[in-house]
């Protein structure tokens, strides 16, 4: 039987604020999980693969760059596996995200998509949202200020502002919501999710049913949203409110599973492992309905 050949691509730099280790780590260690399995795995950066050097029948991504992730497109279409999907990952982009999960029903802060040169007091105080997230839109996020919390729409007027005078066309404007931070990282078709609240206050800790009932919960959440976004490898960040509902504030791509990093490898091999088995079946049985 031929060895698979797979290529790896690394996230670029700019895209792994203060996680470049992380991320580097993560990937590494999927593809020493793959070779276990016979596989031939090739480790590119975002640059190598951009300038045409790959040329392997399965890739598993990090990418980020405008350009990766239309060549990652265009790979799929013409037949290539590609984990995450370059449209997975497109949908990651703040807006796409936000318009995808809203209109899926999946719980998501109440928000508003605007041009950054607009004038959005108005309307902000006439919605009540004056503590709120604003967000980079129009791409994936490359520094921490790409993020704002603001505490008034006075305050949000000035945050758009310098996102204008960055060159950012567009943001996302979400309703701040009290609660719980959750943490949660998971990949599509195995048993692997992973969740912690990263500000518990100690002696806090809910009981054995409350854990049990938000693992459920937030298992059923996550991988229907992953559903919807088109991603096998991913993570995030949920609210969880008083009353112990969930809210999805943001979701990722391919994360670095720096709490999990183990597990979460084993996991996202066999996933690309099943991807593979899966991907050949279907070339297989296409290729005898041509006949």
């Known amino acids: 039987m031929a060895t ?9 730099g ?26 031939e795995v090739n480790i590119y ?17 990090m990418c980020r760059e405008r350009r990766s992730i239309e060549l990652l497109q265009q790979l799929e279409d013409a037949g290539t596996l590609v984990i995450n999907s370059g449209y997975g990952i497109e949908n990651c982009i703040r807006e796409r995200q936000a318009r995808i999960l809203l209109g899926s029903n999946i719980p998501y802060p109440e928000s508003i998509i605007v041009d950054t040169d607009e004038a959005v007091k108005p309307r902000l105080t006439r919605l009540g949202m004056q503590q709120c997230w604003i967000k980079r839109g129009d791409f994936h996020a490359q520094h921490a200020e790409d ?24 943001a996302v404007i979400s309703r701040h919501l009290p609660g719980q931070l959750v943490k949660f990282y998971g990949v599509a078709g195995t048993p692997f999710f992973h969740w912690f609240r990263p500000f518990e206050p100690e ?9 049990r009932h938000t693992d459920e919960q937030l298992k059923s959440l996550c991988r229907r949203a992953a559903r919807e976004l088109n991603l096998v490898v991913y993570g995030g ?25 183990a597990e979460a490898a084993t996991n996202i091999a066999k996933a690309v492992m099943t991807a593979i088995r899966e991907h050949k079946d279907d070339n297989s049985a296409n290729s005898r309905s041509a006949k």
């Open 4 to 12: 698979t050949r797979i290529a790896a691509i690394m996230r670029a």
């Open 14 to 39: 700019a895209f792994s604020p203060n996680h470049i280790g992380n991320d580097a780590t993560i990937m590494n260690t999927v593809a020493e999980q793959l070779r276990k399995r016979g596989c």
């Open 45 to 61: 950066s975002e640059e190598q693969f951009a300038a045409g050097k790959v040329t392997e029948p399965v890739i598993i991504n």
């Open 147 to 170: 993020v704002s919390y603001v505490r008034s729409a006075n305050e949000a007027q000035d945050v758009l502002q310098e996102y204008f005078l960055r060159g950012f066309h567009r």
């Open 203 to 211: 002696g806090e800790k809910p009981n054995r049913d409350e854990q």
């Open 237 to 261: 960040e949920c609210i969880q409110a008083a009353d112990g509902s969930l809210s999805i504030i943001d979701f990722n791509d391919w994360p670095s599973f720096s709490a999990c990093r």
